[in-house]
């Protein structure tokens, strides 16, 4: 199961690459848990899994916006979580046990200090709806000001476009 995958290999270390960011965590973390091993370096920094955020782009299109806090917290552990802006993937995330959100370099994105460059979770009470008449569903995230859709894309389907990513 994913979420227990991200909470076992929470410190991401691979050589030759000086910081993970969070797509690059995201599709570690799946590949981990779809192949029952560790990415290669090489797996890992040519161009199947690098840059990450074509993959986790793909995977969009299988998921769903998240209305509300009320949807947000009937989301099953291991459901990958993106922040969209302009349609592009701005952050991603998996949802863990215990009601919490966890990802790399998540600064910014909660009420909650994130750690940059590096692990952290969160309560699913820290994403930070609108709340207005407008754009009601969506959340604030790192760009002051900007608002991004939160699509969630179950485990199954988001492990599917890396399985596709990774075999061709």
Not at 19 to 24: K, L, Y
Not at 46 to 60: C, E
Not at 85 to 101: D, K, M
Not at 137 to 166: C, D, F, S, T
């Amino acid at each position: 199961m994913l979420a227990q995958t991200v909470e076992a290999n929470s410190n991401i270390a691979i050589p030759n690459v000086p910081a993970i960011m969070c797509h690059g965590a995201t599709v570690y973390w799946l590949f981990t848990d779809e192949f029952q091993r560790l990415p290669t370096v090489d797996e890992f920094t040519d161009q199947t899994l690098s840059p990450p955020a074509p993959v986790i782009q793909r995977m969009l299109g299988l998921g769903n916006q998240v209305n509300g806090a009320t949807a947000l917290n009937g989301l099953t552990p291991g459901t990958v979580l993106v922040f969209v802006l302009n349609g592009e993937p701005a952050h991603s995330c998996v949802v863990a046990a215990g009601q919490r959100i966890a990802g790399y370099n998540q600064t910014g994105w909660y009420s909650s200090a994130g750690a940059p460059g590096a692990y952290s979770s969160h309560s699913m009470n820290d994403v930070q709806w609108n709340g207005g008449v407008f754009n009601r569903h969506h959340v604030q995230g790192a760009l002051p000001g900007q608002l991004y859709r939160l699509v969630a894309i179950p485990e199954n389907m988001a492990k599917a476009i890396l399985r596709q990513a990774v075999q061709g």
